[in-house]
T-cell receptor
Framework: GEDVEQSLFLSVREGDSSVINCTYT??????LYWYKQEPGAGLQLLTY?????DMKQDQRLTVLLNKKDKHLSLRIADTQTGDSAIYFC??????????FGKGTRLSVIA | DGGITQSPKYLFRKEGQNVTLSCEQN?????MYWYRQDPGQGLRLIYY???????QKGDIAEGYSVSREKKESFPLTVTSAQKNPTAFYLC????????????FGPGTRLTVL
């Protein structure tokens, strides 16, 4: 199948903003998700956005969606060391399995 | 508490042995999934099941088998035919429908010696 693309690594200083980008493939995707994975653990849903929205904000998290370019981003404000993890974007295509990107490893430098 | 359990957390097996990984959910979800995770590879779908007594191959099903005899259980067997079985295995479940959060278990790390 076609891939969801993410850059593999991002490094930021504590207190700065982090922006993690994702390019998805299916213009008919209805929901797009961001998951967080801490070392040795499963994935946890951070946030999601419906495809008819441009932006969604949830405390320190802001999701931006550009449907024309099939581009999704996750901004984490005031990044903390506890935000160090792997972040996955995923797209939903109805009842078929979610399609995940390869994940972006975020490293936060104190 | 509702959730997904995977056992054991760590599993060691000798080469050539079959091994079964357990996945149980009490969320009353219809769909269940198995993923394999290797460093830098993201999640790769092994098998999934949308309903009891039915399952479909994912992208990397060769060398694996599953069963779905009960709604709450979806065990994965890693057979001796799987050439490189050492990996982190994640189970997930989801209610059917376009938007529904996919929940993940804590994972099982399988090491084949």
């Amino acid at each position: 199948g076609e891939d969801v693309e993410q850059s593999l690594f991002l490094s930021v200083r504590e207190g700065d903003s982090s922006v993690i980008n994702c390019t998805y493939t299916d213009s008919s995707s209805t929901y797009l998700y961001w998951y967080k994975q801490e070392p040795g653990a499963g994935l946890q849903l951070l946030t999601y956005i419906f495809s008819n929205m441009d932006m969604k904000q949830d405390q320190r998290l802001t999701v931006l969606l550009n449907k024309k370019d099939k581009h999704l981003s996750l901004r984490i404000a005031d990044t903390q060391t506890g935000d160090s993890a792997i972040y996955f974007c995923a797209e939903s295509r109805g009842n078929t399995p979610l399609v995940f990107g390869k994940g972006t490893r975020l490293s936060v430098i104190a | 508490d509702g959730g997904i359990t995977q056992s054991p957390k760590y599993l060691f097996r000798k080469e050539g042995q079959n091994v079964t990984l357990s996945c149980e959910q009490n969320l009353n979800h219809d769909a269940m999934y198995w993923y394999r995770q290797d460093p830098g590879q993201g999640l790769r779908l092994i098998y999934y099941s949308q309903i009891v007594n039915d399952f479909q191959k994912g992208d990397i099903a060769e060398g694996y088998s599953v069963s779905r005899e009960k709604k709450e259980s979806f065990p994965l067997t890693v057979t001796s035919a799987q050439k490189n079985p050492t990996a982190f295995y994640l189970c997930a479940s989801r209610r059917r429908g376009d938007y529904n959060e996919q929940f993940f278990g804590p994972g099982t790390r399988l090491t084949v010696l």
